[in-house]
T-cell receptor, first 117, second 112 residues
Framework: GAVVSQHPSWVICKSGTSVKIECRSL??????MFWYRQFPKQSLMLMAT?????????EQGVEKDKFLINHASLTLSTLTVTSAHPEDSSFYIC?????????????FGEGSRLTVL | DQQVKQNSPSLSVQEGRISILNCDYT??????FLWYKKYPAEGPTFLIS?????DKNEDGRFTVFLNKSAKHLSLHIVPSQPGDSAVYFC???????????FGTGTRLQVTL
């Protein structure tokens, strides 16, 4: 089946630094990828929709200058958390669909746990 | 505003018995509903889905029921197996192709 891979799976950084998370579709091309965030014991919250070759679409309340998204190719989207602070500590998950599946049937990456000290 | 709600944070079921996970929603524009399964430190895995024009979809041990008038759906797993122990998320789609709204999840524990 289709596979979506994220890297790194976990990262610890100091407050004020920037962290980049990569999301790759390994065996299909994805013009659209989605970035979610999950706090402990809460649901997955959609942060933004990453569009290949164009600007990402951010959900209400998500700071686009804080969470930079780049979708430079059909198999790679990156999320950069800029000037990270402890409140940015969370589980970040990307997802994509190969288009041959029904809408909404997404493949998710393994997730990336960010801890900001 | 939580448009998709899973009111039971956890559920414990004996192996071999039926597991019933519930989900309620408030947005009548949702047209497609999905269930995802998630193990710790992993991303969710798609399990089963149902269109809003149907009231039941079955796939092996998994059946999803949709009651549009009550804005309620449920996932039935029978018979439950220890490997089913995971967090189950209900998700709903409206309009945009793959933009999903997730519930808060229900942790299922299948005991021996």
């Amino acid at each position: 089946g289709a596979v979506v891979s994220q890297h790194p799976s976990w990262v610890i950084c100091k407050s004020g630094t920037s962290v980049k998370i990569e999301c790759r579709s390994l065996d299909f091309q994805a013009t659209t990828m989605f970035w979610y965030r999950q706090f402990p014991k809460q649901s997955l919250m959609l942060m933004a929709t990453s569009n290949e070759g164009s600007k990402a679409t951010y959900e209400q309340g998500v700071e686009k200058d804080k969470f930079l998204i780049n979708h430079a190719s059909l198999t790679l989207s990156t999320l950069t958390v800029t000037s990270a602070h402890p409140e940015d500590s969370s589980f970040y998950i990307c997802s994509a669909s190969p288009g041959t599946r029904a809408p909404g049937e997404l493949f998710f990456g393994e997730g990336s746990r960010l801890t900001v000290l | 505003d939580q448009q998709v709600k899973q009111n039971s944070p956890s559920l414990s079921v004996q192996e071999g018995r039926i597991s019933i996970l519930n989900c309620d929603y408030t947005n009548s524009m949702f047209d497609y509903f999905l269930w995802y399964k998630k193990y710790p430190a992993e991303g969710p895995t798609f399990l089963i889905s149902i269109s809003s024009i149907k009231d039941k979809n079955e796939d092996g041990r998994f059946t999803v029921f949709l009651n549009k008038s009550a804005k309620h759906l449920s996932l039935h797993i029978v018979p439950s197996q220890p490997g089913d122990s995971a967090v189950y998320f209900c998700a709903a789609r409206s309009g945009s192709a793959s933009k999903l709204t997730f519930g808060t999840g229900t942790r299922l524990q299948v005991t021996l």
